[in-house]
């Protein structure tokens, strides 16, 4: 489980709160409610307390947290093609939900990306709708020898051909590398993700920011349903 440090703000006012992450979803408390959510559009609460916060409600009673602020601080691992030393910077992204956002007819939006290094200073300032642009976008503004080491460069991640949501709906197939191998199109890979391999645990969501010991960076011949295209 890893940390992240983060601003809240809304109509109520603005908090510090950590947030907790086990690469697929994502937990935190404030303001005595606990939520938890793989993406930031769907953080979903244990209680509706229309006093503290504004919801998106569902015919259930269950809601979604929405019209707030974030600005939240990620470790995140880069890599040194020249080098081969992998090494750990933080990135801030300022996220922001609900009525205010500005594309038009999203209900989420990733304002901007900023990374601070040794070797300089990156930010992507374009109002994005997906994880993947907008780190993609960062990655491209770095030199030529780094690398991003997360989910997302990773050879082993893939997006839904049925579509995706702002953050965390990447999926992890480091359990089906052999696999992998055999994948040429999004047909192929539909044949290896099944229910049961979803029940399973053998694949599952991941954090487009997240990593873990088995990253590998895809070279020119892999295939992978994403944008991703620096390669190794």
């Not at 229309?50 to 947290?65: P, Q, V």
């Not at 893939?158 to 197939?173: E, K, L, Q, T, W």
């Not at 991941?206 to 088995?214: A, K």
Request: glycine fraction near 6%; hydrophobic fraction near 35%; aromatic fraction near 14%.
């Amino acid at each position: 489980m890893r940390e992240y440090l983060a601003t809240y703000q809304d109509k109520r006012g603005a908090e510090t709160i950590y947030i907790k992450s086990d690469g697929s979803d994502m937990f935190f408390t404030l303001r005595g409610i606990d939520f938890e959510g793989h993406d930031f559009e769907i953080l979903t609460a244990t209680e509706i307390d229309e006093t503290k916060f504004d919801y998106e409600l569902f015919a259930d009673g269950s809601g979604d947290l929405t019209n707030f602020r974030l600005t939240i601080q990620i470790p995140i691992l880069l890599f040194n093609a020249v080098t081969k030393n992998t090494f750990t910077e933080t990135l801030i992204a300022y996220i922001e939900v609900g009525e205010t956002t500005t594309i038009e007819e999203v209900d989420s939006e990733i304002n901007s990306l900023l990374i601070t290094t040794s070797f300089g200073e990156f930010g992507v300032k374009n109002k994005l709708e997906w994880m993947e642009d907008a780190l993609i976008a960062l990655q491209k503004q770095l030199p030529e020898n780094i690398y991003l080491k997360t989910c997302l460069s990773c050879k082993y991640s893939n997006y839904s051909p049925y579509g995706n949501g702002m953050f965390g709906n990447i999926y992890c197939f480091k359990n089906f590398k052999k696999e992998l191998k055999r994948v040429n199109d999004k047909h192929d890979l539909l044949d290896i993700w099944t229910k049961e391999a979803m029940d399973e645990g053998n694949i599952f969501s991941v954090q487009e920011t997240f990593d873990c010991p088995e990253h590998h960076i895809p070279n020119n011949g892999d295939w992978y349903y994403k944008s991703w295209t620096k390669t190794i």
